[in-house]
């Protein structure tokens, strides 16, 4: 594979990227220790720090609140079929 043109798991950018932020080691030492280079591995630590508050945010009740709405529209429209299919056995 080519130096230049890794694709490195998440995973591994996540620990790299963790390494970093421990600010026990240099970007230079962590850089040769990993065999990345040091500005990619500021680059995965800066994007970890910007994504940190995302990971605490409350998504669960944004979804929670649009899982509501679905069910409330198919409860609607199941109500609207009934009523269609007891006028159409009536007409029958």
Do not use: C
């Not at 669960?60 to 609207?80: A, M």
């Amino acid at each position: 594979m080519n130096k230049n043109n890794r694709n490195h798991v998440s995973a591994f950018k996540a620990r790299v990227a963790l390494e970093a932020i421990k600010e026990e080691k240099t970007l230079a030492q962590l850089g040769s220790e990993y065999g990345v280079h040091p500005n990619q591995i500021g680059q995965w630590r800066n994007h970890l720090l910007e994504e940190l508050p995302s990971l605490f945010s409350d998504k669960r009740k944004k979804s929670d609140k649009e899982g509501e709405e679905l069910k409330d529209e198919l409860y609607k429209q199941i109500g609207q079929l009934k009523v269609e299919n007891e006028w159409l056995k009536k007409k029958s």
